[in-house]
């Protein structure tokens, strides 16, 4: 069986897709098969594997997946990174939202399309900007939650909501799902706002807080634009090694 991961924050900007496309990456490098699937109508996690948006209708997306049109396995598509898979997402996932919102089983259907499709070590889930129908189908399809956190005056706000909205899965549907781990992306370690933040994030979650920072770097921003994950774009950078050692904890944390 695979470990499904949810990389959830309603929200937006806070390097979310940055987060699940560079996890992704490093587990896949460290030998792990490895499928992110692209769960946000703005597909930046496939375009940001240099995948061509307009070409993806008749191979078919996470929109057919949720209206079952589609099996997950019929949707995958290889990248161009060893033991990396993607299942990818365009615009249409948003109408196949609105339609998903009257239909029978609607909150267990990507945990279904999952648990249909065998293969994978590690399967990493991209979620959108909201607390959605979208983002629960990804609470409760995961084992899971990575939360990244912005280290900004108000990254704190609105995760009440998320807790209590994970509170709720739990209690409904799925008993086991965990926060593995928060973390704090766009470090800027020379301003004491950065640090603070830092410091109230540890205190909010005692014991959840990644060793590991993710620094504001501008490699990391350009990496998209090419295509290819930070750890072929520049994987000397800052934000490489960061990622880089965000997953050997995630490994470990897994683990454990
Ligand atoms: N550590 C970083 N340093 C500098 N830029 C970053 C960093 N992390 C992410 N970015 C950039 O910030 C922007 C937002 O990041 P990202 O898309 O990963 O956030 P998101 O949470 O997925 O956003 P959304 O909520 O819209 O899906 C992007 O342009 C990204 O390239
Ligand atoms: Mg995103």
Do not use: C, W
């Not at 108000?154 to 209690?171: D, F």
Request: glycine share 6%; proline share 4%; no cysteine.
């Amino acid at each position: 069986m695979s470990t499904v991961i949810s990389v959830t924050n309603q929200k937006g900007g806070v390097g979310k897709t940055t987060t699940a496309v560079s996890v992704a990456y490093y587990l896949a490098k460290a030998g792990h098969k490895t499928l992110l699937i692209d769960f946000d109508p703005q597909g930046n996690a496939t375009s940001g594997l240099g995948i061509d948006k307009q070409k993806l209708d008749e191979n078919g997306t996470m929109s057919e997946v949720m209206l079952e049109t589609k099996l997950l396995q019929e949707v995958i598509m290889q990248t161009k990174q060893k033991n990396l898979d993607l299942a990818p997402a365009t615009s249409q996932l948003a109408n196949s939202e609105v339609e998903l919102a009257k239909a029978s089983r609607r909150f267990t259907r990507l945990k279904n399309a999952i648990n249909n499709t065998q293969g994978y070590d590690y399967v990493i889930i991209d979620n959108p900007p909201s607390l959605s129908l979208l983002t629960v189908n990804g609470l409760i399809a995961a084992r899971y939650v990575l939360l990244p956190v912005q280290a900004e005056f108000y990254a704190l706000e609105g995760l009440g909501q998320l807790l209590e909205t994970m509170k709720l899965v739990r209690k409904n549907m799925n008993p086991t799902l965990d926060l593995v781990g928060v973390l704090p992306t766009m470090v800027d370690s020379r301003t004491t706002l950065s640090s603070q933040v830092h410091e109230e994030i540890k205190k909010h979650f005692p014991g959840k807080v990644f060793k590991t920072v993710i620094p504001r770097n501008i490699r990391l921003a350009e990496a998209p634009s090419h295509g290819v994950p930070i750890g072929v774009y520049d994987r000397f950078s800052k934000g490489a090694r960061a990622y880089k050692s965000v997953t050997k904890e995630l490994l470990e944390r897994v683990a454990a």
